[in-house]
């Protein structure tokens, strides 16, 4: 079972984060051969204070 990870910061809809998860699983499986069925994938928010990017808080 592969289980492919999302994290990014929040503000995506609930309708947007279904969309990715339906897109990054077709992708894959398109990819890859593997079952549609069989690919997990989770979406992590994680407040924008939690991310640096070149040294640097992004909240």
Known sequence: MPLIQISQTPGLTTEQKQA?????????ADATGK?????????????????GVGGKPLG
Do not use: S
């Open 20 to 28: 990715a998860i339906a897109a990054v699983t077709k992708a894959y």
């Open 35 to 51: 079952n549609p069925d069989a690919v997990w994938v989770t979406v992590t928010d994680i407040p924008r204070e939690h991310w």
